[in-house]
């Protein structure tokens, strides 16, 4: 992190974290932050490990949920924070609530429905004049109005407070609006209310950074290597660049005015974001804004880009005062991508180590354990292996390198088929011959 962007505080800060953030947790060890984590079943059961410290973990049901939260911390009398954090989306309203029950600092609950329902935030950013896709709203994707009809020729319909690209869908005809609706109905899909947006043409920005006391004291860009709702429905592995200030200095000076205007109009004071863009190559359309840190690698590609850690700044900006961060960002391309799950069940594939030994390799995330059996699923961007980022000079060199690390670490990997034969069980050396 850039020296001298937070002030100092002279007793430790107390923090209650809706969820574990595994990754706030590992930035902040060396800051004086007692952490105390709701940890619901979900989260226990996933079993990412927790780093050890100033970290006490609270179990509840659901973390997510007001009415287990606040019985929990009253059976373990933990009320006493100075601030209230979520980094999941679904958790952030139920950190808005608790922050006014405790007296402590958290994002605002306005703010927070401002930032998790896009049909809101939409209507906000529009009133101000920013370039925003129409949209209508659905409130219940199972029971359509009379007569309904698909108002764009294209169109993206998804959850109106929905993430990671779950049950989004893009559709060109009514029809196609009306079988939404009657999956969304036998599946008993929870998420009801939906919003239909018109498909925007261009490719697909995103600005992350952090707001301390109303202002931004840090921003960067980077774009998707194909759009993001693209590569989910082609089941690709998502691939994400940062864009450079000197080298991309035309895409920051057409972007950041838009990136402001959103952030100061949508209300955040203090907190990160992660915003996603449209660029036609004349003009700027806002696509939509989380109150949190980007899914996926793009923190860590912007920590090594720009020597700045949004994961610490998460957490830390909530309980300190934040300066303006005056970054110093690495000559070269960064960029990283996803490490599919492989369908079967995972017995062997290379570790952190092994990927981090690979040429221009820079960071590598691996999430699930050997034996996770993987089933064919939806596509959203959470469902993934691993990731990893790599630097080099130039744009061709490190797309070339995000394919062979990625082709590499396929091949190493060792799957068990769904339905296995006999013949392929010995060939995996499972069986004496």
């Not at 922050?99 to 703010?111: I, S």
């Not at 600005?207 to 301390?212: E, H, K, T």
């Not at 920051?252 to 907190?271: C, E, F, K, R």
Request: with cysteine.
């Amino acid at each position: 992190m850039a020296d001298g962007s937070l002030t100092t505080m002279d007793r430790s800060d107390r923090l209650l974290m809706i969820g574990p953030d595994h990754q706030a947790l590992e930035a902040i060890q060396e800051h004086d932050v007692e952490v105390t984590v709701l940890a619901g079943g979900s989260s226990k059961d996933i079993g990412l490990p927790i780093p050890s410290g100033r970290t006490t973990v609270l179990f509840t049901d659901d973390h997510k949920n007001v009415d287990n939260a606040l019985n929990c911390l009253y059976r373990h009398g933990a009320e006493h924070f100075d601030a209230v954090y979520a980094h999941d989306d679904p958790a952030m309203m139920t950190a808005a609530v608790l922050g006014q029950v405790l007296g402590a600092r958290a994002v605002p609950p306005k703010v927070v429905a401002l930032f998790r329902d896009k049909y809101q935030q939409k209507q906000a950013l529009r009133q101000a004049g920013i370039e925003v896709a129409r949209h209508e709203l659905i409130e219940d994707i199972r029971d359509l109005p009379p007569g309904y009809e698909l108002p764009f020729a294209r169109a993206v319909v998804k959850p109106v407070a929905g993430q990671a690209t779950q049950s989004t869908f893009l559709v060109s005809s009514t029809s196609e609006v009306y079988r939404i609706s009657r999956d969304c109905r036998a599946k008993a899909m929870p998420s009801r209310t939906f919003v239909v947006e018109e498909f925007v043409e261009g490719e697909e920005w995103f600005a992350d950074g952090v707001v301390s006391g109303g202002r931004v004291r840090f921003a960067s860009l980077g774009r998707y290597a194909k759009n993001c709702l693209t590569a989910v429905n082609e089941r690709t592995p998502v691939r994400t660049f940062c864009l450079d200030p000197i080298a991309d200095k035309a895409s920051y000076n057409v972007a950041m005015p838009v990136v402001h205007q959103a952030l100061s109009t949508l209300g955040l004071i203090d907190g990160v974001f992660h915003m996603e863009l449209f660029y036609d190559g004349s003009r700027i359309a806002f696509s939509e804004c989380a109150a949190r840190r980007a899914g996926g690698p793009i923190s860590d590609q912007i920590r090594y880009k720009f020597g700045v850690d949004l994961a610490a700044l998460s957490v830390l900006c909530h309980l300190r005062a934040v300066d303006d961060i005056a970054a110093t960002p690495r000559d070269g391309v960064v960029g990283s991508a996803f490490l599919p799950l492989a369908e079967g069940t995972l017995l062997d594939h290379p570790s952190v180590a092994d990927l981090l030994a690979q040429p221009d390799v820079v960071n590598a995330r691996i999430f699930v354990p050997k034996g996770l059996r993987t089933a064919p699923a939806g596509g959203n961007t959470f469902g993934r292996l691993g990731e990893f980022t790599v630097h080099t000079k130039s744009w061709e060199e490190t797309t070339r390198r995000l394919d062979e690390v990625s082709a590499w670490f396929t091949t190493n990997l060792k799957v068990l088929p769904l339905t296995a034969t006999m013949r392929e069980l010995r060939k995996l050396s499972l069986l004496g011959g």
